[in-house]
């Protein structure tokens, strides 16, 4: 049988094992403050824990590796905080887009609404669930923080890598700023979506776990720049396929409704591909329906041809397949060790297409 590259060195299993160690930690902490905080550590918890296939971790592990750094508990402790990162940027992700559902399961602003329904408390529950997901999704990023800096790395490797931990969460912050400022004007430009797609996804994705490992392990500029290379086109292509995905996905395997995008009203490089190739016609219709929370499944499938029907979807593919080549030959060119180079490899290979 063959192994998921994400499973390689154990880390999926290590990386759950870090972060559940830390987040029991957290939870008597919290719990000391006042015992109303269970339900804030649990959820955080069952957030974490309950999915997510570690990719940030990984490449942020096989970038230390390959870049010639040795495996220890610490490490995989370090690079573990990453998912912690994730965690804050899907909870209030998920709340900007108003999901009910993240794999499969309430989101977090839905969980502390029916809380507040089943309690009978005072004041809008939806108000209630709304400001507990703010306030989660920033805790799971003071912890990322903290995680980080508790993981048993030296002081040497943690002050190569804050600055590069510290621009991982600018860049994502931002880019989510831009994702909801472009649905806000309606902009719909393949430059636009790209650079929304860099910024809230593709760079904290790939490109800044990889300079992460980098950082811990101690490499050098060459090192840097090839990683820089390999992983600034990969995490777009893994951002685009998540679009494709978004749009024409598989409920079980996306965890999200079918067609949730085209609700949200999500401007992709797809949907700014299409724009950019259909009629006036066309143009309005695709306009009107993007956005529509209420769009039932008829119109998602009627959007769906639209935007097959343009082009955009093959252009899209292509554009992937693009990018993707273009990762590989710089990872294949980069001055590291083999068995990390095959280990990203395959790590990129599983990203596109969602084998992992």
Request: glycine share 10%.
């Amino acid at each position: 049988m063959t192994i998921s590259p994400l499973d390689r060195a154990g880390l999926r299993p290590r990386v759950d094992k870090a972060l559940s160690g830390f987040l029991a930690t957290q939870r008597a902490r919290l719990l000391e403050i006042d015992p109303a905080l269970a339900e804030v550590a649990d959820t955080v918890s069952a957030f974490v824990l309950g999915g997510g296939k570690r990719l940030r971790p990984a490449f942020a592990y096989w970038g230390f590796r390959a870049a010639g750094g040795v495996d220890s508990s610490e490490v995989v402790a370090a690079v573990a905080a990453l998912e912690l990162v994730q965690a804050s940027a899907l909870i209030h992700d998920d709340l900007m887009d108003r999901s009910d559902t993240r794999r499969g399961e309430p989101s977090v602003h839905r969980r502390f609404e029916v809380l507040h329904v089943d309690e009978g408390w005072r004041g809008g529950a939806a108000g209630f669930g709304d400001s507990a997901a703010v306030l989660l999704g920033d805790l799971a990023m003071v912890w990322s923080d903290e995680m980080l800096h508790s993981s048993g790395m030296g002081l040497a490797e943690l002050a190569r890598a804050r600055p590069v931990f510290d621009q991982m969460r600018t860049e994502v912050t931002v880019g989510q700023y831009l994702d909801v400022l472009t649905q806000a004007t309606g902009e719909m430009s393949r430059e636009r979506a790209g650079k929304v797609a860099r910024f809230k996804s593709a760079k904290y994705t790939v490109e800044r776990p990889l300079l992460l490992g980098a950082a811990l392990a101690g490499a050098g500029p060459e090192v840097f720049a090839s990683y820089a290379a390999f992983g600034l086109p990969l995490g777009e292509a893994f951002q685009m396929r998540d679009d494709v995905l978004g749009v024409f996905g598989d409920p079980a395997q996306t965890g999200k409704p079918a067609g949730d995008d085209l609700r949200e009203g999500k401007r992709t490089y797809l949907v700014a591909a299409a724009f950019e190739a259909l009629g006036a016609a066309g143009r309005a219709e695709l306009d009107r329906a993007l956005g529509d929370p209420g769009l039932d499944d008829a119109g998602v499938e009627r959007l769906r041809a639209v935007i097959r029907e343009s082009g955009a979807l093959a252009a899209t593919e292509a554009r992937i397949d693009a990018l993707s080549g273009e990762a590989l030959a710089a990872l294949k060119a980069a001055p590291v060790e083999d068995e990390g180079r095959e280990a990203l490899l395959a790590l990129a290979d599983a990203a596109v297409r969602r084998s992992v």
